[in-house]
């Protein structure tokens, strides 16, 4: 048997972090097997569904790499399919015309809760023979739900689950102006797709014994189900934007790696031992939703951040520099002019956590320093900074062999030619080179920035520290 999952998100807004650790799961148990993953967006619902919303999905799996085998099939194309399916079951006796307006059965509603029952369908059009169910007047189809007798959801991750027909009502599959139901768009879709393995939140078992009824009674094959439990805020609430269920490209925005953030989505549930950082390759090796724990996960963006900067360690620089270019773009800065961004990101892979801080620490290497951190140059540009800058100026002028070794002796060499710390040395060159007290070690800040722009911008800083007053034009 050929493994086949899917993903079926609605577009009615964007593709959130549980949405996207449903997808994953999938994409993996899909994989694993070499089996397929097909994409279907879940559009029936013409009001909120919107093209902004479907494109948003669409960059989200572009983005996370979670590629499709089919796909995307959307559900508004497949309308005719399912009216026939509605009057097979219809023509079998499995589902009929029902009458009962809104007010009925609120007030039938109203009725059973008084009476502390489960609010349900009573079935007062069940019985309706052929001839008093006419078509021209007002009304839904429902569905003809057994009686009598269980249903069984063997889940992969909650196990046995069993459902009784006397708790289940007749549920609506067509509304009043033919549009079909959630549950019911769902059943012809897995069955016409062949899917095998259906696996999404836990939110949805309700729905399970009632779509199961809908295959049955089509004679199809039931799907093996498995359901995951909902993610949780740090304080035990279900994830809100408040806890970070923001849109997955706000994730992209903000500078993360997709590797990082898939990553701490398979961890958000299912474990291998006590490993945390895993690769791509790894997940499809290991993965198995039957290790999914039953209980629910929680969000915790600490943890995110941690991983994220250990991916960006653990990458190649030709790779990092190929994601660190669209932050670059991002923030104006010209990275064609200077050195090559993928030795840029080798050197500053371990100082940033996410690729947007990335960016803005590069921005030194390209873009000629304007201007000072104000405090960085109260305690590092000062009268016996001068001298220092001035020496090393010197010292570097003659360098002939502009190479990583070579600096770091120079301002070794200026350390203890000057009687000083090496601090009190790198430390000024740092900020008349960066603007700020924040780089890679100095030997490779000045080694990225080339002879001629260190040169310049020590000079520049000497003459900064003369105009502040700190000191005079004969010193």
Known sequence: ???????????????????ARTALYCWLQAHKTQGKFILRIEDTDRERSTKESIDAILDSMQWLGLDYDEGPFYQTQRFARYDEVREQLLAE???YRCYCSKERLAQLRETQQANKQKPRYDGRCRH????????????????????????????????????????????????????????????????????THVIRGDDHLNNTPRQMNILQALGAEVPVYAHVPMILGKDGKRLSKRHGAVSVMQYRDEGYLPQALLNYLVRLG?????????????????????????????????????????????MAPEELARHLEWYMQQASIDYQHGPQLAEVAAVLSARCKTLVEMAERSRCFYVEVDGYDEAAAQKHLTAEAANVLRHVHGQLNGLGDWEKASIHQVIKDSAEALGLKM???????????TGNTISPSIDDTLRLLGKERCLERLDKAVWFIREQGGETASN
């Open 423 to 433: 601090g009190k040395v790198a430390q000024p060159i740092r900020v008349a080179v």
């Open 270 to 314: 299912w474990s291998h031992g006590d490993q945390e950082i895993f690769s791509l390759d790894e997940m499809k090796k290991l993965f198995e939703v039957t290790d999914v724990n039953k209980a629910a996960a929680s969000f915790d963006p600490d943890k995110l951040l941690w991983l994220n900067q250990q991916h960006m360690m653990a």
């Open 128 to 195: 309706l023979p052929t001839d008093e169910q006419p078509t021209d007047v007002p009304h839904v189809i429902r569905f003809k739900n057994p009686q009598e007798g269980d249903v069984v959801v063997y889940d992969l991750i909650r196990g046995r689950v069993v459902f009784n027909n006397t708790e289940l009502d007749d549920l609506i599959i067509a509304r009043s102006d033919g549009t079909p139901t959630y549950n019911f768009t769902v059943v012809i879709d897995d069955w016409d797709m062949h899917v």
């Open 1 to 19: 048997m050929t493994v086949r999952t899917r993903f079926a998100p609605s577009p009615t807004g964007y593709l959130h972090i549980g949405g």
């Open 93 to 95: 006796g499995n589902a």
